[in-house]
């Protein structure tokens, strides 16, 4: 009764609000034209174009290099559908529509979260679909997609409620399918399919939506269950959402791999893709990247700990770049390929986390990364002695870097070395735009000019954990323009991921050298 009165409630309000977008005749016909063997690419486009909004929003995600390689600008519908092909059309306009109705809805309730959970739900069935030579990659996909559902309509129609069960939850007291049975009279998973086989969905989509009727599917589709079922729970260990601990990392990843012949590293190579792939289209689907990054919490799994690190490393590496790019508005080649050269670096930065690589390749990495995709000049990095008194430059780049490696060996006993020191000790950042400012002058020590002869400069300190290890320095020389902006937000987004990379170590069980 309580289940009948919760699907009552859900049906009430969206009978109030309308025909949901997402639901709406385009996206029917899409999905009917797709499915017709007698339907061609203008048929499809026809259908697409009859919602201005998905064509625009298809036609830029068609130019993302995901999708276009190297075939020229698409510009009109028919050619995306031709190179994206019929089936992904279709799921891609599933998912825009599905974060277009509900993004912007009960932000308290964290339906971005739910969302962006949804699209990587579809995006990792589909990836472990591919590897293990599923027969139909696009419909694990959109099982995927839609697995999720009953929770994100529950978040949508009925957030006082969600937000109780959410509370609940966050205490760890009662499963989450016991607070789903006290709270709504069934599961997530009833409410998507009640919903889903009344909207028209196929009978191979619906009952991928519950382990129970998935039994009584032909194994081809049954295997769609398994992938949108796996992939949610490795996304629920992965987000540490699982506050009951009803799930066991290694034994999830047991099970998936013993239903779909892939090893625990193949499995794993498959949710890092998926994640790069959701990061790198999540702007143009309009979410924000930075929903995307799991925290940093110890499960007490190595394994799961160690994927959770590196994803979030990853997570945190794009969107530091996607901010970057936006500030830099000018849409010329020199500030797309400077944008590519960020981008370039902060990949190899997480392959070398991804390799374990030492601390002093990460530091050498980090002043290259620095030295060459901003106008700073030079870059050093100085290395803080034992006892703490004295910095040593052990790595500097660019014009002039042998007199800056020279300088750059201070002690307590001079005023500049004191300065730099107190930085590290109190772990401040240090930015000089101009040096020759008012105020400056009168506050940096006089031997500043004669030993480093800067225009403007940044210091900053760099620590593992509580322990100070040295200072990264970069500087515009003397008689150049003062250090801008954009130079400072690069360095500081190099040293955000340098600190980040030598906390994975240190949390590894590696140390700085």
Same mark, same amino acid.
């Given at each position: ?16 609000l ?10 029917n ?13 203008m048929?499809l486009?026809?259908?697409v ?21 190297s ?17 992904r059309i ?7 529509k ?6 912007a ?5 964290g339906i ?13 069935a ?9 027969q139909d ?10 697995y ?7 978040a949508?129609?009925?957030p ?11 205490e ?9 049975l006290?709270q709504?009279?069934?599961?997530f ?10 909207w028209g ?31 949610h729970?490795?996304?629920e260990?992965?987000y ?18 013993a239903?779909?012949?892939l ?9 890092n ?14 979410l ?8 940093f ?7 799961? $700990? ?9 997570i945190?590496?794009r969107a ?10 000018? $849409?010329t ?13 902060? $990949?190899k ?6 390799e374990?690589?030492?601390?002093s390749?990460l ?8 030295e ?5 000049e ?8 034992? $006892?703490?008194?004295?910095?040593s ?8 870097s042998?007199?800056?490696?020279a300088?750059?060996q201070?002690?307590?006993k001079e005023?500049?070395g ?18 020759s ?15 480093l ?12 954990g509580s322990?100070p ?9 003397a ?10 937000r ?6 955000v991921?340098?600190?980040l ?11 700085p050298?």
């Amino acid at each position: 009764m309580k289940y009948q009165n919760t699907l009552n409630a859900i049906y009430a309000e969206l009978d109030s609000l309308g025909d949901l977008p997402i639901f709406s005749a385009t996206v029917n016909r899409i999905q009917q034209v797709s499915s017709s063997r007698e339907s061609d690419a203008m048929a499809l486009a026809m259908a697409v174009m009859k919602d201005a909004n998905l064509s625009a929003k298809l036609l830029k995600i068609a130019n993302t290099p995901h999708y276009n390689r190297s075939h020229g600008k698409i510009s009109v519908v028919s050619r995306a559908v031709v190179l994206i092909g019929f089936e992904r059309i279709q799921n891609l306009s599933m998912t825009l529509k599905l974060i277009e109705t509900f993004n912007a809805a009960q932000p308290e309730t964290g339906i971005d979260r739910l969302l962006i959970s949804a699209f990587l739900n579809a995006a990792m069935a589909r990836e472990i679909a591919i590897r293990c030579g599923a027969q139909d990659v696009e419909q694990s996909y959109i099982c995927g997609l839609l697995y999720r559902l009953g929770e994100i309509i529950v978040a949508f129609t009925l957030p006082a409620r969600y937000r109780v069960m959410l509370a609940e939850r966050a205490e760890g007291k009662d499963s989450w399918t016991k607070i789903q049975l006290r709270q709504l009279g069934g599961h997530f998973s009833d409410i998507g399919q009640d919903l889903t086989q009344s909207w028209g969905f196929p009978k191979t989509v619906v009952e991928t939506m519950d382990p129970m009727t998935a039994e009584q599917l032909r194994p081809a589709h049954k295997l769609n269950h398994l992938l949108a079922a796996g992939s949610h729970d490795l996304l629920e260990m992965i987000y540490y959402r699982d506050t009951g601990r009803e799930l066991d990392y290694t034994r999830r990843i047991k099970q998936i791999s013993a239903n779909t012949g892939l090893t625990q590293e193949q499995l794993e190579e498959a949710i890092n893709a998926s994640f790069r792939q959701v990061c790198d289209l999540s702007v143009d689907y309009g979410l924000n990247p930075h929903t995307l990054k799991p925290p940093f919490r110890g499960s007490g799994n190595s394994d799961l $700990d160690e994927l959770s690190r590196k994803l979030a490393f990853y997570i945190s590496s794009r969107a530091e770049q996607f901010g970057v790019a936006e500030a830099a508005a000018p $849409d010329t080649s020199q500030v797309v390929s400077q944008s590519q050269l960020q981008l370039d670096y902060l $990949d190899k930065m997480n392959q070398l986390v991804g390799e374990a690589a030492t601390s002093s390749k990460l530091v050498d990495t980090t002043i290259e990364a620095i030295e060459r995709c901003s106008r700073l000049e030079r870059v050093a990095f100085c290395l803080l002695s034992k $006892d703490g008194k004295q910095l040593s430059a052990r790595v500097t780049r660019g014009a002039g870097s042998e007199e800056l490696s020279a300088a750059l060996q201070l002690s307590l006993k001079e005023p500049l070395g004191q300065l730099f020191i107190r930085l590290v000790e109190q772990d401040s950042t240090l930015l000089v735009a101009d040096c020759s400012e008012k105020g400056w002058v009168e506050r940096l020590p006089a031997d500043l000019g004669r030993i480093l002869a800067p225009a403007g400069f940044v210091a900053a300190p760099l620590r593992v954990g509580s322990r100070p290890v040295g200072m990264f320095y970069a500087d515009i020389r003397a008689g150049g323009a003062p250090l801008d902006d954009a130079a400072f937000r690069i360095f500081n987004q190099f040293l955000v991921q340098v600190r980040l990379a030598l906390e994975l170590n240190q949390r590894a069980g590696s140390k700085p050298n």
